[in-house]
């Protein structure tokens, strides 16, 4: 089960529209912005369902070769053990104004794959 926000959100939505994959590679995708970020190769299981046309036609419609590659913002999830970096006093250089961003990440994910069948 895959966890809203687990593999990153769009940084500027911080939403995601669902993952396609590329060969064994998953690209989590905005479709509003039009981005995508790589979270990796063969994590899911389900490249292994769709045929590579299947694939290219999907990247087609959503003009996937368009996006641009971002790096995903990854939002703080309950039971989610995420490296940390404070602890000296040090912030980090950059920080959100506000993480009242939780309406969003209760949307559902919006089913990209749904099995055929
Ligand atoms: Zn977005």
Redesign the pocket.
Known sequence: MVIEGYFG????????DGYVNVGRSHWFI?E??R?RWCIGANVFSSWRDETESEQQRHCKKIGFDEFTDVKPFYPKIKGVQRLKREGNGKKPAVRSKKSGESRDLLRRKRKLSSSTH
């Open positions: 959100l769009c940084p500027t939505c911080k939403k995601t905005c509003e912005y981005v």
